[in-house]
């Protein structure tokens, strides 16, 4: 038997476009379990290798139905961060706007907040609780919108 190694291979994953796979809601993810962070690492990695054109990404987009979420966060001066199981608490200041998706044609357009409070696990599974405003708070409703099921 081989033991189990985290993070053995860090790649990028295909992107899910079947609607009926990216309407399914997400499970929660577990921070303790292996599988879980694997997937964290490869949608990063799948983020970096589309970041001429994409900011933020949710699991379901590379065929996994689990709570991750990870963007390019201005606001942390453009790394990329990474949430589990990330719920929006507060929601303030309405707009319009359209939006694309990476695993969907075109633009749709769709509301959303300009702040937002979230409440999320890192990758080693400390709860935060975060606040974010603009871009960033608009791509995160997105990704949010994904582990949800909901098709934008």
Not at 72 to 91: F, K, Q, S, Y
Not at 103 to 118: H, K, P
């Amino acid at each position: 038997m081989l033991p189990l190694t985290r993070y053995t291979e860090r790649m990028q994953q295909p992107i899910e476009t079947q609607i009926v796979n990216l309407a399914k809601p997400a499970r929660p993810a577990d921070p303790s379990n292996p599988e879980d962070l694997q997937i964290a690492q490869d949608l990063k990695d799948t983020l970096r290798a589309h970041s001429d054109g994409c900011v933020g990404m949710a699991a379901n987009m590379i065929g996994e139905p689990v709570a991750i979420i990870v963007f390019v966060d201005d606001e942390m001066g453009g790394g990329i961060t990474t949430m589990l199981n990330p719920r929006i608490t507060t929601a303030q200041q309405y707009y319009e706007t359209a939006e694309g998706c990476l695993s969907l044609d075109g633009e749709r357009a769709v509301t959303r907040a300009q702040y937002i409070e979230v409440d999320y696990d890192n990758t080693k599974g400390k709860p935060r609780h975060a606040r974010f405003e603009g871009f960033t708070a608009q791509i995160i409703q997105h990704e949010v919108d994904h582990c949800l099921g909901k098709i934008i």
